[in-house]
């Protein structure tokens, strides 16, 4: 019995440790999570613009491919991926559109004004209610839209510029 009791944790130890180093080799992207809203429609929602334009609701994503970031000014991934939108809103093939996340509107705007704004639209979902609607983790995620108003793509974290490569790829695809 006191063997038992002895060996008990270390079993124990050693399945803990085999699940680790399984997802650890496993090979998958953590960015990629899976998402119940790929290939549905934008949820619906409403939040008010940054910028006291009308507010963003679920209809901004109809008629063009729209990439969706979700980003907040204390953010520092937020800010490491910044450059990087900012070119994808250059290449003029997606309209760029920001949901600011749990964050001041002046902090946001400062942010804004000190590092460009690659947005064409952005709404404040100061509650975080429209993105619990979006299925967001954290900050950063983007979303990538396609005519239709159907979600096509989600990467959870910070854009990288090889995953830039992918977005181009797919915005490329849903824009013929």
């Keep these: 019995m006191v063997r038992l009791i002895t060996f008990l944790p270390l079993a124990v130890a050693a399945v803990l440790v085999a699940v680790f ?5 496993s090979g998958r992207d953590p960015s990629l ?5 790929i290939d549905k429609p934008v949820p619906a929602f409403r939040v008010p613009s940054l910028y006291g334009s009308p507010d963003l609701t679920q209809a901004e994503f109809k008629g063009r491919v729209t990439v969706l970031n979700v980003f907040a000014s204390w ?3 937020c800010r490491a991926e910044h450059p990087l939108l900012t070119a994808l809103a250059r290449d003029g093939k997606a309209r760029i559109t920001g949901l600011n996340y749990k964050d001041k ?8 004004k000190a590092l460009g704004n690659p947005y064409a639209r952005i709404g404040a979902d100061r509650t975080g209610r429209a993105a619990i609607e979006w299925g967001v983790y954290g900050v950063p995620e983007t979303f990538i839209i396609d005519k239709a108003g159907r979600i096509r793509h989600k990467h959870v974290g910070p ?8 977005i181009r790829h797919k915005i490329g695809q849903l824009a013929k």
């Design 33 to 37: 999570l899976p998402s119940p809203l």
């Design 159 to 166: 854009i990288t510029p090889d995953q830039l490569k992918v």
């Design 21 to 25: 180093l399984s997802a650890l080799y």
């Design 75 to 77: 953010c520092l991934p």
């Design 105 to 112: 509107p002046e902090d946001a705007k400062a942010w804004l």
